[in-house]
């Protein structure tokens, strides 16, 4: 029996897209979102109160996300993006029946693994949380494309709390960023997946430690082109809307989140505390 179509005839272009993420790294996705899509309504939930999700359990992290997904929908949402690769890995599938087929959703991973799966990579590294690696989602999509591309995945955990405070080029953050990027594991890799949709904050430091050596792939990117051509696909791209409203939700208000997204959106969005 073939999968049914999706049917979105009940959704409106000028209906916003929720995006989530444990934190500000969700961020990195909202903002090639804006930068591709100028024209749509973007709200943004950050579980601030719960990150790192990549320390939390299986159990945890689904009912975080299940609970996030469903506010979203409950706002209106036209699309649901899992700007996390650790809800991703943990909860797509949980996430897919809140949604039973109403809107569509987009994680971070698929889009990411399929795009790398058929260009010329041989070997591929994977930073990402511990929970993400655990699960092993990012080997299994690639070499579902492509049996012959070797993937290594190393766990890096303490980037996400060392980015969540603030400590952006920063000794800290070079100590770590050497320490992780040396390990055997990732010793004859020719491309490195950032697995956390924190660590393109990262990317400058990141690529200063390879040099032209590794390419570094642009994961936000990838997944805000994937959201365009689903959105393209079904009718739902906002092509007029000249005043685009950016609103935040946050389960703690963080000063570092209040710097990096008035930093990608200006100094007039909306941060609002809420706690689900």
Known sequence: MKNKKPDYSHLSSSQP??????????????KEIKRLLPHEDLIYF?????????????????????????FLLAQNCKAIVIACNTATANALNEVMESVAGRVPVIDVINPVAEKVSYEIHNNVGVIATKATVNSGLYKKSIRKHNKWIKVDELATPLLVPAIEEGFKNHPITHAIIYNYLSNSKLKNIETLILGCTHYPLLIDEIKQYYGNRVRVIDSPNIVANHLKIILDKYNLLNDNNPKPNYHFYLSDLTKNFEKISKKFFGKTIDLELKVL
């Open 17 to 30: 897209i929720g995006i989530f993420d444990s934190g500000v790294g969700g961020l990195t996705v909202a």
């Open 46 to 70: 950050g579980d601030t109160k719960h990150l790192p999700y990549g320390e939390k359990s299986k159990e945890a992290i689904i009912e975080y996300s299940t609970k996030i997904t469903n």
